[in-house]
């Protein structure tokens, strides 16, 4: 059993992560914190030194290395599911569950958060507001080929357990 958490940096697909395997029982696998790992490098330094294309590959590489995994549940890059075929294959492995956002508030998760984002830095919130709605339209069709969706705002584990339960027979 492989679900994927899908959507834009600031959906909360990492903080759902920890508190869906926690409460399954399976292992949380934050697919950037992999792919770091895998280079002993941050996210950031990754697209200085690589550039996105770079990155990209280190992201698919990381994805087809958790493939013979089973139970994991997965919080990928807002960008993964939009290179290469990692969209097909990440339904094609296990479940996909797109956290849909508005983009008011992703940009306000952006910009509190602490997490580098090497794509979104240097923005002022106008600019940032704008980038995301443009970027988050390109990406929608990716996004809205997952097996389910949630939109974020006031939602609670049994959102996702309504989902998940009998996929995972419960
Ligand atoms: C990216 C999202 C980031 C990270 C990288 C690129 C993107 O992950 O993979 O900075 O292209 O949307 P989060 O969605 O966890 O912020």
């Known amino acids: ?25 399976f292992r949380f696998i934050d697919l950037d914190t992999l792919i770091e790992e ?23 590489d990381a994805l087809e290395s958790i493939s013979d995994k089973e139970n994991i549940i ?18 094609r492995l296990g479940t996909t569950l797109f956290i849909e956002c508005s983009p008011q508030l992703l940009r306000e998760r952006i910009t509190e958060s602490d997490t580098e984002r090497p794509l979104v830095k240097n923005f002022s919130q106008d600019e940032l507001l704008n980038y995301i709605i443009r970027h988050l339209n390109n990406r929608m069709p990716f996004y809205e080929q997952s097996h389910y ?3 974020s705002g006031n ?7 309504a989902i998940l339960d009998p996929i995972i027979n419960l």
């Not at 990754?46 to 698919?60: A, V």
């Not at 997965?74 to 339904?91: I, L, R, Y």
């Not at 609670?156 to 357990?161: G, I, V």
């Open 38 to 60: 895998r280079e002993d490098l941050s996210v950031s330094e990754i697209f200085e030194k690589y550039r996105e294309s770079g990155f990209r590959k280190r992201e698919y």
């Open 1 to 25: 059993m492989k679900i994927f958490l899908i959507g834009y940096m600031g959906c909360g697909k990492s903080r759902w992560g920890k508190i869906i395997a926690g409460h399954y029982g």
């Open 149 to 151: 969706k949630l939109v």
């Open 74 to 91: 997965v919080a990928t890059g807002g960008g993964a599911p939009c290179f290469s075929n990692n969209m097909e294959e990440m339904n």
């Open 155 to 161: 939602l609670e584990l049994d959102d996702f357990t």
